[in-house]
């Protein structure tokens, strides 16, 4: 990480950090007063999603069907399919918490920050210590992509939306699967509600 003034807040973003085993120890060995922040969404939703990237760029790689179970007949999920396994958020959050205490750590829902960006930024600026500088007025919802965007500053350049691999049309996939899967993340959604003291609302 570079060198930080005083008042100075540099920020780092690396998705994979939250489910890689080693990175709570080394960030600690870094800066143990380091907040971290993680943008989370329904498993489910990120498991569909996560594919839909991955079929984008190999288009011959099996069903989502196929790939969720290890055996369709028993419904036994497959946990050891990445696109399952990031999903189960208490399991990783129980790594972070071996080395940064909650209060440390602010979970952003995916959801709400689509629906309603400007709230759920303040709570970011207030994790962080600062002025709640970001508000409504800096955003326009873009009807094309379903994304909130980010208008720049007066008379800068157009505004930011988010990249052309964002807002993909996911493929249809078996309303039983979706049912068992929602099934299997339950009981893994309602500890890491419990974790973080927040209800995401994914099980309703």
């Given at each position: 990480?570079?060198?930080?003034?005083?008042?100075?807040?540099?920020?780092?973003?690396?998705?994979?950090?939250?489910?890689?085993?080693?990175?709570?120890?080394?960030?600690?060995?870094?800066?143990?007063?380091?907040?971290?922040?993680?943008?989370?969404?329904?498993?489910?939703?990120?498991?569909?999603?996560?594919?839909?990237?991955?079929?984008?760029?190999?288009?011959?790689?099996p069903t989502f069907e196929s790939l969720t179970f290890k055996n369709r007949t028993t419904g036994l999920i497959d946990t050891s399919w990445s696109a399952v396994q990031i999903g189960i958020y208490a399991k990783?959050?129980?790594?972070?918490?071996?080395?940064?205490?909650?209060?440390?750590?602010?979970?952003?829902?995916?959801?709400?920050?689509?629906?309603?960006?400007?709230?759920?930024?303040?709570?970011?600026?207030?994790?962080?210590?600062?002025k709640r500088i970001i508000t409504d007025k800096h955003f326009y919802f873009n009807q094309t992509k379903g994304f909130p965007c980010l208008k720049k500053a007066e008379g800068s350049s157009k505004p930011h939306?988010?990249?052309?691999?964002?807002?993909?049309?996911?493929?249809?996939?078996?309303?039983?699967?979706?049912?068992?899967?929602?099934?299997?993340?339950?009981?893994?959604?309602?500890?890491?509600?419990?974790?973080?003291?927040?209800?995401?609302?994914?099980?309703?």
């Amino acid at each position: 990480m570079p060198k930080t003034l005083e008042g100075q807040i540099t920020m780092e973003k690396t998705p994979s950090y939250f489910v890689t085993k080693e990175a709570p120890a080394r960030i600690y060995a870094m800066s143990r007063d380091t907040k971290l922040i993680v943008v989370v969404r329904d498993p489910v939703t990120r498991a569909i999603s996560d594919y839909t990237q991955t079929l984008s760029k190999k288009p011959d790689i099996p069903t989502f069907e196929s790939l969720t179970f290890k055996n369709r007949t028993t419904g036994l999920i497959d946990t050891s399919w990445s696109a399952v396994q990031i999903g189960i958020y208490a399991k990783h959050l129980d790594n972070w918490l071996q080395f940064f205490p909650m209060r440390q750590i602010l979970f952003v829902s995916g959801e709400r920050l689509i629906s309603d960006p400007a709230g759920e930024l303040g709570r970011v600026q207030d994790f962080l210590g600062l002025k709640r500088i970001i508000t409504d007025k800096h955003f326009y919802f873009n009807q094309t992509k379903g994304f909130p965007c980010l208008k720049k500053a007066e008379g800068s350049s157009k505004p930011h939306c988010l990249g052309k691999t964002k807002g993909r049309t996911h493929p249809n996939i078996d309303p039983e699967v979706v049912q068992r899967l929602r099934d299997f993340y339950r009981p893994f959604n309602m500890k890491f509600y419990q974790m973080t003291g927040r209800i995401f609302g994914w099980d309703e």
